[in-house]
């Protein structure tokens, strides 16, 4: 979503820095979930879904700075607001998840719930 509304306002496309950071913001979420459960550990993974919180609440903060400078109109915004919300509730979940599970690797996770 944030890579087509750059895509599609050419003041947003323009202002390279604040772009960067925005489509950086929506990168990191993902990529921090992937780096987290990569190290196999809970610890490690829950570390990766609690930056991806951080980073999904940034896209929603740049969701209103673009919105005040009219690179996004409210229903852009609230699209791009309302996705990044779903992202949080999801790592929220996996948070809630870990948390009442006992310590061990992911690795050893999957072989046992499968």
Same mark, same amino acid.
């Given at each position: 979503?944030?890579?087509? +509304?750059? &895509?599609?306002?050419?003041? =947003?496309? +323009?202002?390279?820095?604040?772009?960067?950071?925005?489509?950086? /913001?929506?990168?990191? %979420?993902?990529?921090?979930?992937?780096?987290?459960?990569? #190290?196999?550990?809970?610890?490690?993974?829950? #570390?990766? =879904?609690?930056?991806? @919180?951080?980073? /999904?609440?940034?896209?929603?903060? =740049?969701?209103?700075?673009?919105?005040?400078?009219?690179?996004?109109?409210?229903?852009?915004?609230? +699209?791009?607001?309302?996705? /990044?919300?779903?992202? +949080?509730? =999801?790592? %929220? &979940?996996?948070? @809630?998840?870990?948390? @009442?599970?006992?310590? #061990? %690797?992911?690795?050893?996770? #999957?072989? @046992?719930?499968?």
């Amino acid at each position: 979503m944030v890579y087509d +509304a750059i &895509g599609s306002n050419g003041k =947003l496309e +323009a202002d390279l820095r604040f772009s960067g950071q925005f489509s950086a /913001a929506a990168v990191s %979420s993902m990529s921090n979930i992937a780096e987290g459960f990569s #190290r196999q550990t809970d610890k490690e993974f829950s #570390r990766g =879904l609690w930056i991806s @919180k951080g980073s /999904a609440a940034e896209v929603q903060s =740049l969701s209103y700075a673009a919105l005040d400078q009219e690179y996004l109109n409210e229903e852009g915004k609230r +699209a791009i607001y309302d996705q /990044a919300e779903k992202v +949080a509730s =999801l790592d %929220s &979940g996996m948070l @809630k998840y870990l948390q @009442k599970s006992s310590p #061990r %690797s992911i690795k050893n996770r #999957r072989h @046992k719930d499968s």
